[in-house]
């Protein structure tokens, strides 16, 4: 926790945009992540901070507008939250042991689905609930609405969208659109080619909803420019192609390759990504476990040998 708060920290000195956080419970890693976007919030000053994504299967969506808010205003307003209706789990239903179910006939993904509409519409600072006659603190007038409330937060919630289906479903309901390394296999054709598709569907359906905004679309992959022995070393195995397998008895799943080569060789590669030149906003996963110091290295080759000529900075 504490090495992924001088992580962002060290980032934003180097001139990264954003630091964004996956979220799973049951894991020994990041699970409840309102108090590291505080903090990151409060020790830092312009990038924007995130996540991709939270479990809404799991949330309480009032108390989670509560914390974002709080999140959001420590912030100055930086916060991109990524939510979604859930990733395979660590374990069987794990939400029950946070005291939730589905209601009868509805599945877990339904569940999350409507917890992330409850949350989006008290996001939106209006008054919902009957004030005490007798309160303990003086009460504006009319109805009350969660507290802090953060204007504009409405706006910086992102999808985290598996299908084309979920993708439409995310304009509809006026959320940006984050589509990671995974994605439902719907046409068996490669997974640049598929995801690129997904987000002209999500823009189609953005412009169909009347939406006043444009909205923002990112994509997630794993690029590492191997410029040093070390980089060689830990990924010149990495590189592949896309693979297709099951993430669950019935859902057949298209994964996206690992990029890991010479800086030249993956300006060509990365040319070639339908998926990237869709979206607005590239999200690099990074090997977390290999520490600060070496993830910022890996950061800084991107941005120095890669990014300008792909025209990303």
Do not use: C
């Not at 994504?53 to 309480?60: A, F, K, P």
């Not at 374990?91 to 589905?102: D, K, S, T």
């Not at 009957?130 to 706006?155: A, C």
């Not at 993430?247 to 070639?272: C, H, M, Y």
Request: glycine share 8%.
């Amino acid at each position: 926790m504490l090495q992924s708060i001088d992580l962002a920290v060290a980032a934003e000195e180097i001139g990264v945009d954003g630091a964004y956080f996956r979220v799973h419970h049951f894991a020994r890693q990041l699970a409840s992540p309102f108090p590291l976007l505080s903090a990151i919030g409060a020790k830092t000053s312009k990038i924007e901070i995130g996540t991709g994504v939270i479990d809404m299967r799991y949330e309480n969506p009032l108390y989670m507008v509560e914390d974002a808010g709080a999140a959001d205003l420590i912030s100055g307003g930086r916060l991109q939250l990524g939510i979604s209706r859930g990733s395979p789990e660590q374990v069987i239903e794990g939400w029950r042991y946070f005291g939730y179910q589905p209601e009868e006939g509805r599945e877990d993904a339904d569940m999350g689905r409507q917890k992330a509409l409850e949350f989006l519409d008290k996001l939106k600072g209006e008054g919902f609930a009957e004030p005490n006659p007798q309160p303990m603190f003086p009460n504006p007038p009319g109805l009350l609405r969660l507290e802090p409330h953060s204007d504009g937060l409405r706006e910086r919630i992102w999808w985290g969208a598996g299908s084309n289906a979920t993708a439409v479903w995310a304009a509809e309901n006026g959320m940006n659109l984050q589509s990671s390394t995974l994605k439902f296999d719907e046409s068996g054709k490669p997974f640049h080619i598929q995801q690129a598709e997904q987000i002209r569907l999500y823009k189609e359906a953005w412009k169909k909803a009347g939406h006043q905004r444009a909205p923002r679309v990112s994509v997630s992959r794993s690029i590492f420019a191997l410029v040093t022995d070390q980089d060689r070393q830990y990924f010149s195995q990495a590189k592949g192609a896309d693979s297709f397998g099951y993430i669950d008895a019935n859902q057949r799943a298209v994964f996206g390759k690992s990029f890991a080569a010479e800086p030249d060789q993956l300006i060509r590669e990365l040319t070639e990504d339908e998926a990237i030149k869709e979206a607005d906003t590239l999200l690099l996963t990074i090997p977390n476990t290999l520490g600060v110091d070496y993830n910022i290295h890996v950061l800084s080759a991107i941005l120095e040998h890669v990014a300008p000529a792909l025209g990303w900075r």
